[in-house]
């Protein structure tokens, strides 16, 4: 017999697989165009035709009032672009204030140094937002983390491989900042009862009510508590 309790707990895991999947959908929509482009192509792209076609599909997410999405865009692989060997095709939304001190946010390209040369480069292929999604071929989750590259804040980064013709030449991915995740989710994980965290595969606490377990913290134990996986994401909900 289904209960109050398991009520709860299924919306919860709903409502939380439904906050990532729909950002998991837009963005597996700007990997398909993106690719398409790129076969049409034959691979032969330039960085100024990818900043064009990634522009078009991410500034009017990014401009929209009240996005979860704060950054978004591609990030070619090296060498994939014979005009620009390493490159990033990114974009800040109007809620992102990174880099900007005291003037008024609004949507625009991330300046990023691509030059392997320069002391403030870096190896973007390094970073887990690039280096899980090109070995396992899948979405991935990173984060909560603070990321330097593009916010300066508690983010998460969600991101996709990209392809052709079988070849990783890129990722595709979305911004979002940990605060905005909390202010989403927080109602549906308190409406649990009890201690609730929600976590990334790492057990990373991205979402808790219990104040012992504070975002960003790792979970090495969970004890006795009930450990949920949460839709087709890598999240997972402990419970008690």
């Keep these: 017999m289904t209960t109050t309790a398991d009520l709860a707990l299924q919306k919860c895991l709903d409502a939380i697989a439904t906050t990532f999947d729909s950002v998991f959908a837009e963005i597996e929509g700007w990997r398909a ?14 960085a100024a035709e ?54 008024d946010p609004s949507v625009r390209r991330l300046e990023a140094e691509e030059d392997p040369a ?3 480069f870096r190896d973007y292929t390094a970073l ?27 983010t998460l980064t969600l991101t996709m491989p990209v392809r052709f013709e079988h070849r990783l030449v890129g990722v595709v991915g979305a911004d979002l900042y940990v ?24 057990r990373r606490v991205l979402v808790s009510t219990d104040p012992h377990r504070p975002t960003g913290s790792l979970l090495r134990d969970a ?12 999240l997972l909900l402990v419970v008690g």
């Design 33 to 46: 165009v993106i690719e398409q482009r790129i076969a049409d192509a034959a691979g032969m792209l330039r």
């Design 50 to 103: 990818l900043d064009a076609l990634v522009e078009n599909l991410v500034v009017a997410e990014l401009a929209a009032p009240g996005a979860l999405i704060i950054g978004a865009g591609a990030v070619a692989a090296p060498g994939f672009l014979d005009d620009a060997p390493w490159h990033l095709a990114w974009w800040l939304g109007h809620a992102n204030t990174f880099g900007l001190g005291s003037a």
């Design 118 to 120: 320069s002391d403030s």
């Design 128 to 154: 887990e937002w690039w280096r899980v999604p090109a070995e396992t071929g899948t979405r991935h989750i990173t984060g909560p983390y603070v990321d330097y590259l593009c916010t300066d804040d508690y």
């Design 179 to 202: 605060n905005d995740v909390e202010r989403a989710l927080l109602p549906p994980v308190r409406s649990i009862g009890g201690s609730a965290t929600l976590m990334n595969a790492s």
């Design 223 to 234: 004890g006795d508590s009930h450990v949920l996986p949460v839709g087709a994401s890598s």
